[in-house]
């Protein structure tokens, strides 16, 4: 179906090749993950397959990439757009129409499919998608979710044989990420549709896709079977790459050699493999507790309002908020005390940005009170509350506006302090902590240096407390490792963080605390490893605890708060001591 | 701002109309405000507009609309006033200056003429459909299809740029820009830095949006390619008849010299 053979690439005005001598077949019917860190020629990879590259990207390029026998050095984009179908992270970019049915027939149109034939074919796209409720909706109306449904149902229409998606998940939330992962597959699997398919998830990539490509530096490090490639632990450590963790831990139980099994990707064949290897085969509750003293650090938190008012950094006293007549926030009421980590998780629209914006009196609460290190936001202006409290975005570009870092950094000081000697000396100080290059530009590098960008110079403040919207959302493995363990080291220091995140490993390993929010209410708050157990109020909120914590619920009490690969083999291991 | 441009829908008869009729038929409200130099002429358009956003169910949106024009009415009414000296002066003010009827009719007319003239056209953007109306364009009026969907893009990132503008402004002051300020000159300073995130952010998302368009076909599309017709109906033939009545009574009222 597609053929590449040696192709290099370098855009023009880049010093860099994006792309070194890649050799690839795709076959009809594959589902293909493409995986790596960012800048390791993903997207590079799919603009020459559906030739973007070089028809709107210039640049040097070598080798030959045939899609369905046209090659696509001579064919413009458009024409290969029949056999190609291509959908982006950015989803309002994509759309062109106010209504869900003309954003299907745009593309019909353009490419003159019959009129006879265009109700038909509307009407299969959204059934496909299963998105036929959403036919007459306006767009704008639509959730993110929907909207990328939208976007993937307007080249559906095309009949492409190949779809080929750059990151569709990237702005979405667990439950939507894995609703466009279902629907990919039943694509794949009813019409034989050759998926293709770049994405950092990878848990949604093994658990969907037939077989990866993993990058870095412009090479394909390996490729194949998912189960194959997982295998190749080495490799993707050097990509950057985190396997889910049932695959760590089946690698680490078969090099003890308390099993055969070669790899695990899900939970389901984890607990078997369990189960059958270890457990059936000679194992007793460890006696005395190996990773008693876990349990015993896992309490449930108590109201802490009594408690010493000058350790309480923030406390919300039965807050509302809302946009118009609409609630968003409802009767909140919590207290975090100083050097806290705190992770805020929730679904998409249960509120959590809007609560993290009432930390620093974006938003005044509309009845209730927010005091925050003894100021009440309400009589505090938020460009003032700076000084204490910063704020990273998601976006790291709507933050950065100076031409060198060194700069970016002065000026978030500039605004809380007029003394230059002070500013150039916190400069420089943050500068070595980070390790930056002071006269680089920041909008030409990465997206993870630009978020830890946004990061130096909110730090550079000094701010007592930190509140991280998203902060790892877009970055690779190792840009989110380095992100965090910043965060943590600051934490250590005795920064109070609160933190929205989606990824619950992030949460898992980081956060001690853990506020749930459902529909503007918090249903649970308390130690996270007692969280992650509240069957409750996570499908409340719609999310699925991280792999071990799973396994180890599923494998019954002798495994609870067995939560890391190290703690699980720990606890298996001792039972099997004891067994004998 | 947000959600100014958003389309707002109906099955009113306005919205039946043809996209190309209601288009002109806010110019041709435009221009019978322009011409008339009669005040209560103008105040007759400014409620017909309220009339008609009441009848397409805009009327919160062209209340809004009013409000937000209410603040820039009153500023350039003081201009106008101050300037124009001639005529019988009417209160006498400190500095030689003095408020005179003529200075006060023109002052009334402008504030009038803009309050009239800038509700129809965006009331009919937000009960059009941008297909529909890039649509219409090029099989009625034959616009080139290349203009009339950069002219319908350029309205729909509005509030995309709009949200995104918001969204820079509240990290700025997040990390302690005084935006929040209620000075306005300081404000005006402040805000000359953001134009490089935003700037970055438009360039972006201009790319993603000329890519995505080129690999659904854009370039291949011809007069002929459009799915849905847009016909002319008695309504539309209506709407005209009465934008002609509308010029011919501004023109006969300023005759009579009412």
């Known amino acids: 179906m597609i053929q590449i053979d040696n192709l290099s690439f370098q855009y023009q005005d880049d010093k860099n090749m994006a792309l070194k001598d890649i050799s690839l077949t795709i076959a009809k019917g594959d589902f293909i993950g493409i995986i790596g860190e960012s800048g390791a020629g993903k997207s590079t990879l799919g603009y020459a397959i559906n030739g973007i590259i070089p028809h709107h990207y210039k640049g040097d390029y070598y080798g030959r990439v045939t899609v369905a026998g046209l090659d696509t050095f001579e064919e413009e984009p458009s024409s290969l757009a029949l056999h190609v179908g291509s959908v982006f992270q950015d989803i309002d970019s994509q759309m062109v129409a106010t209504e869900v049915e003309d954003e299907i027939i745009f593309g019909l149109e353009n490419f003159g499919v019959p009129k006879e034939e265009i109700e038909g074919r509307i009407e299969l796209a959204l059934k496909e998608i299963g998105i036929s409720h959403l036919r007459h909706r306006e767009i704008n109306s639509l959730s993110g979710g929907q909207k990328q449904k939208v976007a993937i149902a307007a080249i559906v229409a095309l009949s492409p044989k190949i779809l080929l998606l750059d990151e569709p998940t990237g702005e979405l939330d667990p439950k939507s990420s894995r609703q466009i992962f279902q629907m990919l597959q039943r694509l794949n699997k009813e019409h034989n549709m050759t998926i293709i398919i770049i994405e950092q998830k990878i848990m949604l990539l093994c658990e969907y896709a037939k077989k990866l490509i993993v990058m870095k530096q412009g090479q394909m490090l390996c490729q194949g079977d998912v189960l194959e490639v997982l295998k190749q632990s080495d490799k993707l450590e050097e990509a950057g790459i985190n396997i889910p963790r049932v695959s760590t831990l089946c690698r680490k139980l078969k090099d003890l050699g308390l099993t055969k099994e070669e790899m695990c990707i899900h939970v389901d064949e984890t607990e078997a493999m369990i189960r059958q290897d270890i457990l059936s085969a000679g194992w007793s509750e460890p006696q005395g507790l190996v990773n008693g003293s876990v349990k015993n650090t896992a309490k449930v938190i108590t109201d802490n309002t009594s408690e010493n008012i000058s350790d309480v950094m923030a406390a919300f006293r039965n807050v509302s908020f809302g946009y118009n007549s609409e609630m968003v926030v409802k009767d909140v009421s919590f207290t975090i005390q100083k050097g806290e980590f705190v992770a805020l998780i929730g679904e998409n629209g249960a509120g959590k940005s809007t609560l993290s914006k009432l930390f620093n009196g974006l938003h005044k609460p509309g009845s209730g009170t927010v005091l925050i290190d003894n100021m009440n936001t309400k009589e505090v202006k938020s460009s003032i509350m700076a000084k204490s409290v910063g704020f990273l975005f998601q976006n790291p570009d709507r933050q950065i506006c100076q031409n060198t870092i060194a700069e970016e950094i002065a000026f978030g000081l500039r605004c809380t302090t007029k003394d230059e000697t002070e500013i150039e000396r916190r400069t420089s100080r943050i500068i070595d902590f980070f390790g930056f290059d002071r006269d680089a530009a920041p909008f030409s590098q990465s997206r993870g240096e630009r978020q830890r960008i946004a990061l130096a110079s909110l730090i550079a403040v000094e701010p007592r407390l930190l509140i991280l919207d998203e902060p790892t959302t877009g970055l690779d493995y190792r840009e989110c490792m380095e992100m965090m363990e910043q965060i943590e080291t600051l934490n250590k220091k005795g920064v109070t963080v609160i933190m929205i995140c989606h990824d619950m490993e992030v949460v898992l390993d980081f956060a001690k605390r853990v506020i749930v929010l459902s529909e503007g209410r918090i249903v649970a708050d308390g130690e996270t490893r007692v969280i992650f157990r509240n069957r409750e109020a996570l499908q409340k909120a719609s999310i699925l605890p991280p792999q071990i914590t799973e396994l180890s619920q599923r494998l019954g009490d002798a495994f609870m708060y067995a939560d890391t690969v190290d703690e699980m083999v720990q606890v298996l291991t001792a039972g099997k001591e004891g067994a004998r | ?258």
């Open chain 2, 1 to 258: 701002m947000k959600g100014f441009f958003d389309y707002i829908p109906g099955n009113t008869g306005l919205h039946k109309l043809n996209p190309v009729t209601k288009i002109m038929l806010s110019f041709i409200i435009c221009i019978a405000c322009f011409i008339s130099k009669n005040p209560y002429f103008l105040l007759g358009i400014i409620g017909l507009n309220l009339l008609l956003g009441a009848y397409a169910g805009a009327f919160s949106r062209a209340v809004r609309l009013l409000k937000g024009l209410l603040k820039i009415s009153v500023l350039l009414f003081l201009i106008q006033l101050l300037i124009i000296q001639s005529g019988e002066a009417l209160i006498a003010l400190p500095l030689h200056l003095s408020i005179t009827d003529n200075g006060l009719r023109t002052a009334i007319n402008l504030v009038l003429r803009l309050v009239g003239a800038t509700i129809p056209l965006a009331l009919m953007l937000s009960i059009t459909r941008m297909n529909d109306l890039s649509n219409a364009l090029v099989t009625r009026v034959h616009v080139p299809y290349k203009y009339a969907f950069t002219l319908t893009t350029a309205i729909r990132f509005i509030p995309v740029f709009t949200e995104e503008m918001a969204g820079i402004m509240e990290a700025q002051i997040s990390r302690g820009v005084e935006f929040d300020t209620r000075n306005i000159l300081k404000k005006m300073r402040l805000i000359l830095p953001l134009c490089v995130p935003l700037l970055i952010t438009s360039v972006k998302k201009a790319d993603a949006s000329a890519i995505s368009a080129e690999l659904r076909g854009f370039q291949l599309r011809t007069v002929k390619s459009c799915y849905k017709t847009y016909p002319f109906h008695v309504g539309d033939a209506a709407a005209f008849f009465f934008g002609a009545c509308l010029i011919m009574g501004a023109v006969l009222l300023n005759l009579t010299n009412l």
